[in-house]
Antibody, heavy 117, light 110 residues
Framework: EVQLVESGGGLVQPGGSLRLSCAASGFTFSTNWMNWARQAPGKGLEWVAFIKGGGSEKYYVDSVKGRFTISRDNAKNTLYLQMNSLRAEDTAVYYC??????????WGQGTLVTVSS | QSALTQPPSASGSPGQSVTISCTGTSSDVGGYNHVSWYQHHPGKAPQLMIYEVSKRPSGVPDRFSGSKSGNTASLTVSGLRAEDEADYYCGSYAGSNTWVFGGGTKVTVL
């Protein structure tokens, strides 16, 4: 059974940093592309970042380029999202998502990030 | 990376059908067959319902179907049931290893 468990969310001040983690199990993590997506309060889903299995290729939505970094540790079956220079508009539930068939195949339960002073 | 356009709401009575549209451009929906649909009950994890325009993952009822014409994709839910009441989002590959979602449609079962 595929399981994705996010952690690391919380309250942070504008300009601050936070690192999200996603523990994956139930599939061969190292060969699967992975994503982060988010949903701001009262808003729709938004794709945030994507990383291929080897970890060398990474892509981002324009609004987080230069501030967020996606990475993975295939030995630990863990996906990360380092978020720097956080803004109020980054407030959202962040989801770890397994890619498959050119779609967001399996989603974690999400972790809430609140950026506020 | 502009969001795809979905109607904010749709509704139907139990047993009826409801169709949700998802309009993009030739750079996303119209340019690729990598269109997908997600069901999201608030507070829960979104669930993939349709991928590659019209394919259903294992376990998704055949009451859910997808199609595409030009820059517009559609999701039809037939034989509406109370448990189908949820938010539905379309998603599309947008080239250069980027993806875009729609704004979401709230489906109400009357």
């Amino acid at each position: 059974e595929v399981q994705l468990v996010e952690s690391g969310g919380g309250l942070v001040q504008p300009g601050g940093s936070l690192r999200l983690s996603c523990a994956a199990s139930g599939f061969t993590f190292s060969t699967n592309w992975m994503n982060w997506a988010r949903q701001a309060p009262g808003k729709g889903l938004e794709w945030v970042a994507f990383i291929k299995g080897g970890g060398s290729e990474k892509y981002y939505v324009d609004s987080v380029k230069g501030r967020f970094t996606i990475s993975r540790d295939n030995a630990k079956n863990t996906l990360y999202l380092q978020m720097n220079s956080l803004r109020a508009e980054d407030t959202a539930v962040y989801y770890c998502v397994k890619d498959g068939n050119w779609a967001f195949e399996f989603w974690g339960q999400g972790t809430l990030v609140t950026v506020s002073s | 990376q502009s969001a795809l356009t979905q109607p904010p709401s749709a509704s139907g009575s139990p047993g009826q059908s409801v169709t949700i549209s998802c309009t993009g451009t030739s750079s996303d929906v119209g340019g690729y067959n990598h269109v997908s649909w997600y069901q999201h009950h608030p507070g829960k994890a979104p669930q993939l319902m349709i991928y590659e325009v019209s394919k259903r993952p294992s376990g998704v009822p055949d009451r859910f179907s997808g199609s595409k014409s030009g820059n517009t994709a559609s999701l039809t839910v037939s034989g509406l049931r109370a448990e189908d009441e949820a938010d539905y989002y379309c998603g599309s590959y947008a080239g250069s290893n980027t993806w875009v979602f729609g704004g979401g449609t709230k489906v109400t079962v009357l």
